[in-house]
């Protein structure tokens, strides 16, 4: 049978470009984007190509447990991370395949039952948080193509890392606070998308790196969020779409060298 593949075009606009392979296998949803996620090992037939980065929708599928870190004892820095998969189902997954661990990207190296092994660099430690430590994970398997869109993209490279100024009650709910590191700022939008720990958020107000967020009950049980302290820090990225403008912007100054061909 003849299947289609859904790209969106590197734009901040909705365009899209339709591709028909009679040999593609229905596949992990994967657009290709320049920023490249931990590891190029690509031997998993689930892949669609090595040159692709998965993208993620931000609604968390279960909340896994870091169980043990490790060197790879191969000459480098590089940290193995084992991971319990708690409720997430591991079956379709492949050594290749990509997991959001905490809004992270992460490449399986290694699977076995219901755990699963992925390489963290020390570039990636030192940017992200939630991965230096034994601890739990917001766990996201990467996109298929027939997969619902309940958050928004998500590219699982995480922008900077933000800290928690407040965390109150409100109902049943809870009023989360905050603090993005002062360059991400700008992308930032009352009402627009965030991702925190990987799990997709609308931001309820904005002033300067500030923001707030509103989390339900269903958020705060089924992530890790709901365990969050003041002064916990968070990984945040922002929303794809803020990039493209921002870029499209900054090249409408001739005087802009960066933008030249």
Not at 106 to 132: I, M, R, Y
Not at 175 to 187: E, S
Not at 201 to 221: C, G, K, M, R, Y
Request: with cysteine.
């Amino acid at each position: 049978p003849c299947f289609f593949v859904l790209r969106l075009v590197k734009t901040p606009f909705i365009s899209a470009r339709i591709i028909a392979d009679r040999r593609f296998y229905p596949s992990r949803f994967s657009l290709p984007f320049q920023r490249q996620h931990e590891s190029n090992v690509i031997e998993s037939p689930n892949l669609i190509s090595s040159d692709r980065d998965p993208m993620f929708s931000g609604i968390i599928a279960a909340v896994g447990r870091i169980t043990a870190l490790s060197p790879r004892n191969d000459g480098t820095p590089t940290v193995r991370l084992t991971i319990d998969a708690g409720s997430l189902d591991l079956t379709d997954v492949a050594q290749g395949d990509s997991i959001a661990c905490s809004g992270v990207c992460l490449t399986v190296v290694e699977k076995q039952g219901n755990t699963f092994a992925v390489d963290v660099s020390p570039e990636t430690l030192s940017c992200t948080v939630g991965l230096a430590a034994i601890g739990p994970v917001n766990l996201e398997k990467a996109l298929r193509l027939a997969d619902r869109l309940g958050g928004h993209l998500v590219s699982g490279h995480v922008d900077g890392v933000g800290t928690v100024l407040r965390f109150d009650a409100l109902g049943d709910n809870r009023l989360l606070h905050i603090r993005a590191p002062a360059g991400l700022a700008k992308y930032i939008a009352r009402k627009g998308s965030i991702t925190v720990d990987g799990v997709s958020l609308t931001t309820n107000t904005v002033e300067a790196a500030d923001f707030s967020i509103n989390l339900i009950p269903h958020t705060l049980q089924a992530t890790t969020l709901g365990t969050l302290q003041v002064g916990d820090a968070v990984n945040l990225e922002i929303d794809l779409i803020a990039r493209y403008v921002e870029r499209m912007l900054s090249c409408e100054d001739p005087q802009e060298a960066r933008c030249e061909p």
